[in-house]
């Protein structure tokens, strides 16, 4: 199978995620929405196809992790 990201690319979120699906980091006093325009790293790509993307605040703390399909990423990197 032919991927179009790679494991530790930069990637934005092209669509709001599925709530249902968000991993939020439990050490996280609060927890941040995470909506389109965001943007994470391809934190593991998974047996089905899907991205498994880590969200990270601008300090570098992980906030949360969401499965995504291809078409719902888009690259982050210059």
Same mark, same amino acid.
């Given at each position: ?20 699906? *968000?991993?939020? #980091? ?8 995470? =909506? /389109? $325009? ?6 593991? *790509?998974?047996? #089905? ?8 605040? =601008? /300090? $570098? ?18």
């Amino acid at each position: 199978m032919d991927f179009k990201f790679k494991k530790h690319q930069k990637v934005i979120l092209l669509v709001n995620p599925d709530s249902e699906y *968000i991993e939020y #980091n439990p050490e996280l006093e609060e927890e941040v929405p995470i =909506k /389109k $325009g965001m943007i994470g790293e391809v934190n593991i *790509i998974l047996p #089905n196809g899907k991205y498994h993307v880590k969200i990270t605040d =601008k /300090k $570098g703390k992980t906030l949360a992790y969401v499965p995504l399909d291809e078409e719902q990423i888009g690259s982050a990197e210059d």
